[in-house]
């Protein structure tokens, strides 16, 4: 008789290698359920995996294989924490336009700076969008200022004002 | 709130991800010399005070299909701000919603939203369909898609 600890490591055992694929991935229901209910409000609890079990009428185990299958898929980077970004520091969503022939070439000098952790393409006249994060104003303004000098494009610096809503996940009918 | 080193020892543990085990909190308390208790209080009082947003699942929602990205900008007269910013905010698919500057002559629009699906008409229909229900035909908007993803990096706590 296998007690509850091996059954989980032995759940575990069979998902599959770790890969990252390009197909579509298509969720049951309890894995929607799980993805929907679950984005925050962890159980602080000793066992919360089984407490979400409970709720969702299934075992601790599955809810662990789930976990780790999707994650072997790529669908769940990890179950844990997002911090709130650090409010020391300086920081800002940047956006250039940039002539279609040297999108690629500018935006490869735009990621290449420490300072930048999203660097996007946008359907838009203003087609390069990225966010400039900085120990302060000061260095904040000489990184753009650098940008531009650089890349010979004008930035438009659009910092954060107001906050109406803060990224809590969002539910898979969207 | 003012993090000691404990909290930072136990940033440090639970930042890349809960170990999948049955007992997930003692566990980090054992790396770190805590007692299951204490961590789970912890944790709680960092989810109080806002240094933790969320505890939870953090799903890739790009290897789900949901590739459309929209970032929804409006050009919002300045004392309707608020009251479009919370609307717009309250919305379920609606993941950001921030006030930032407009640029003259450049760049009229005020209000940043992000809006997220799995194909590009059903955006454009989620949208379309809020402009109806939350009454903002008088405000011009555009829609920016994103394309390609030149640099993505999880910002790291420290």
Known sequence: ??????????????????????????????????????QKGLPLTPTPFADIAAKLG????????????????????????????????????AAMAIPEEKLEKVAGMISAYAEVNHNYEREDNYNLWFVVTAPNQQRLDAVLEEMEQQTGYKILYLPLEKQFHIDLGFPLWC | MVLSDQDYRLIAEIQGGLPLTSHPYAEIGRRIGLDEKSVIERIDAMQSSGV??????????????????????????????????????ALDCITLCYQR???????????????????????LA???????????????????????RFKQRGARYQ
């Open chain 2, 52 to 89: 933790i947003k969320r505890l939870g699942i953090v799903v890739r929602h790009h290897e789900l299909g949901y590739t459309a990205n929209a970032m929804v900008v409006w050009d919002v007269p300045d004392h309707r701000i608020d009251e479009v910013g919370e609307k717009l905010g």
């Open chain 1, 1 to 38: 008789m296998a007690t509850p600890a091996i059954i989980i490591e032995q759940a575990l055992k069979e998902t599959p290698q770790p890969h990252r694929t390009r197909e579509k991935i298509t969720l049951n229901d309890l894995e929607k359920r799980l993805l929907n209910e679950y």
């Open chain 1, 58 to 93: 299934t075992s601790e185990a599955l809810v662990l294989k789930i976990i780790d299958r999707l994650q072997a898929l790529g669908v769940i980077s990890r179950v844990g924490p997002v911090f709130k970004p650090k409010r020391v520091g300086a920081s800002t969503l």
């Open chain 2, 101 to 123: 500057p407009r640029r003259l002559p450049d760049w009229p629009y005020n209000l940043f939203c992000m809006i997220h699906g799995q194909e590009r008409e059903k955006v």
């Open chain 2, 126 to 148: 989620y949208i379309d369909k809020l402009v109806n229900s939350e009454g903002l035909d008088d405000i011009p908007h555009k829609v920016l898609f994103s394309g390609r």
